[in-house]
């Protein structure tokens, strides 16, 4: 059994991420296969239609296989993860230009690296079971696979909400903050999907797509645009407390569990992705503060804490806000040099409505 299967059906191509039980997690050999795939099919005038979905019950995908990223930082030398990125990353640009629709199945857990390899798509697809999160900071990381670039553009502060507290939302609020484009009903899926083989996107698109339902995050809009608004994670947690709302002040609690430093490093990624421009230059910005994570203590001990041996008790640091200085943000940022990501030049992303 692969780790990602192919195959073609009529006019549609498919990827099936098949690593059910890591929650269809993605490695680095999962990933050339993907942009292989892409490549042929690019070429084939048989193939009209790319689909990705997830093996299994559970959803789409959890993101990269972030032990091995643990265990490259904590014992190796940081190469393993570095290239991993970097070609993860290319594919993510390589998927937002895709010039046939690229179709994605959103349904179930989709986090992280799973956001990478759908939200960038042409044709997003959320269904009642969708559950949506870059949850980095909660294991001493940082939003990536151009996350950093979709929460930018989300309305008001909402991505900033998202990014910092790696909240998870449905699919109303995916469709809400640009996260996604049509919401069907989990049993019309397969109808779906096997009516790509002979019929155009927006035909199988205009049978199945239904009202999607309500979210929660448009009814907290007030207090979310207002208190996230600042370019501190300090001052943001101070108009949480200061605020009244339940839902401000356990937002703030949350905060205060997340990595610090990541906190920081998220606030200045998103400000600066906004001002970048396109997906690549933010890509490009990505790659150096991931790989600066690598060489800090941050990294490894929130994927201890959080996946390995679980106990739910990271031990950050610095442990707060107020001893993650300046200087230890912009380290994040500087260039890399001759390791650069190296896609600024290759095109701008541009959106096609299918």
């Not at 949506?132 to 909400?161: C, R, S």
């Not at 998103?270 to 800090?296: F, I, P």
Request: net charge negative; glycine share 12%; with cysteine.
């Amino acid at each position: 059994m692969t780790d990602v299967q192919f195959r073609t059906e009529g006019r549609a191509a498919h990827i099936v991420l098949n690593r059910p039980k890591a929650l269809n997690s993605l490695t680095h050999a999962m990933v050339r296969r993907i942009d292989e795939a892409l490549t042929d099919w690019e070429q084939d005038p048989a193939v009209e239609t790319v689909v990705i979905t997830g093996a299994g019950e559970r959803g789409l995908c959890a993101g990269g296989d972030i032990r091995r990223i643990h265990d490259d930082a904590r014992d190796g030398d940081g190469t393993a993860s570095a290239a991993f990125w970097r070609d993860e990353y290319h594919l993510n640009a390589r998927i937002a230009r895709y010039p046939k629709p690229y179709v994605a199945v959103m349904d179930g857990i989709v986090m992280g690296g799973g956001v990478g390899v759908s939200a960038h798509g042409s044709v997003r697809v959320v269904t009642e079971r969708s559950r949506i999160a870059m949850p980095e900071t909660g294991i001493g990381f940082v939003p990536d696979v151009g996350g950093t670039y979709l929460l930018a553009l989300a309305p008001g502060e909402l991505g900033t909400y998202l990014a910092l507290t790696g909240a998870q939302i449905g699919a109303g609020d995916a469709l809400l903050c640009g996260l996604a484009d049509h919401y069907l009903p989990s049993e019309a899926l397969g109808r779906f999907v096997d009516d790509l083989a002979g019929t155009p996107v927006r035909g199988a698109l205009d049978r199945h797509v239904r009202p999607a339902p309500g979210g929660e995050l448009a009814g907290q809009r007030e207090w979310i645009d207002s208190c996230f608004a600042s370019d501190t994670v300090e001052e943001i947690v101070e108009r949480l407390l200061a605020h009244g709302d339940p839902g401000a002040k356990e937002t703030a609690e949350t905060l205060l569990a997340r990595s610090p430093t990541s906190l920081k490093v998220t606030l200045t990624a998103l400000r600066r992705a906004r001002r970048l421009g396109s997906l690549e230059r933010v890509l490009e910005q990505e790659y150096r503060v991931s790989c600066a994570t690598l060489s800090t203590p941050d990294l490894v001990e929130g994927i201890r804490a959080q996946v390995i041996d679980k106990d739910r008790n990271p031990r950050w640091s610095p442990p707060t806000l107020g001893e993650v200085t300046d200087a230890d943000v912009e380290r994040f940022f500087v260039s890399l040099g001759a390791r650069e990501l190296g896609l600024t030049g290759s095109g701008t992303t541009e959106w096609v409505a299918w």
